[in-house]
T-cell receptor, first 114, second 112 residues
Framework: GAGVSQSPRYKVAKRGQDVALRCDPISGHVSLFWYQQALGQGPEFLTY????????KSGLPSDRFFAERPEGSVSTLKIQRTQQEDSAVYLC????????????FGPGTRLLVL | KQEVTQIPAALSVPEGENLVLNCSFT??????LQWFRQDPGKGLTSLLLIQSSQREQTSGRLNASLDKSSGRSTLYIAASQPGDSATYLCAARLLTGNQFYFGTGTSLTVIP
């Protein structure tokens, strides 16, 4: 089956614009994670869903960041009033039931805020 | 907060050499530890996942070890090949919480 897909792959936004990033996890995967990866750094956790429930959003850097997964499959990460410091690669990962399972990552969305 | 460190930051070796990548973490109360590779402009590919009760995992030319008491994990790559060139990341998950804490990675170049 298909792996994790993300769209768009690249996004250029003017400062102050709102953006929406989409993640399609592997079919049947219960857990979904969003990470932010700055240039030359490792990914940093943003938020975690189990089915449609957002169980952990402790990594979201500000209230401009919002994530949802309304039907327990596709997820959207929304960033309002983008700032230059939001420029990064946003990675989505999914895993099957349980924290013992391997996370499978998508290719990421590279966001550049001008 | 878990701090994960990877040394060296970059490594260049001739083809055929065996090599070791190091990962250290500050909080030994981990649930599991995972090694990934990341190719330029791509997402992360899982290599090996070690549960806290395990000491090592092997897959092909790769062997990962885990020593919780010392807060260390190593990734051993045997008979390196140019196709192994990538950035290698380790990530630790704590017993509490849901996230992986990532290191900054080791950039590996295998010279033909």
């Amino acid at each position: 089956g298909a792996g994790v897909s993300q769209s768009p792959r690249y996004k250029v936004a003017k400062r102050g614009q709102d953006v929406a990033l989409r993640c399609d996890p592997i079919s049947g995967h219960v857990s979904l994670f969003w990470y932010q990866q700055a240039l030359g750094q490792g990914p940093e956790f943003l938020t975690y869903f189990q089915n449609e429930a957002q169980l952990d959003k402790s990594g979201l850097p500000s209230d401009r960041f919002f994530a949802e997964r309304p039907e327990g499959s596709v997820s959207t990460l929304k960033i309002q009033r983008t700032q230059q410091e939001d420029s990064a690669v946003y990675l989505c990962a999914s895993s099957s039931v349980g924290l013992r399972e391997t996370q499978y990552f998508g290719p990421g969305t590279r966001l550049l805020v001008l | 907060k878990q701090e994960v460190t990877q040394i060296p930051a970059a490594l260049s070796v001739p083809e055929g050499e065996n090599l070791v990548l190091n990962c250290s973490f500050t909080d030994s109360a981990i649930y599991n530890l995972q090694w990934f590779r990341q190719d330029p402009g791509k997402g992360l590919t899982s290599l090996l996942l070690i549960q806290s009760s395990q000491r090592e995992q092997t897959s092909g030319r790769l062997n990962a070890s885990l020593d919780k008491s010392s807060g260390r994990s190593t990734l051993y790559i045997a008979a390196s090949q140019p196709g192994d060139s990538a950035t290698y990341l380790c990530a630790a998950r704590l017993l509490t919480g849901n996230q992986f804490y990532f290191g900054t990675g080791t950039s590996l170049t295998v010279i033909p």
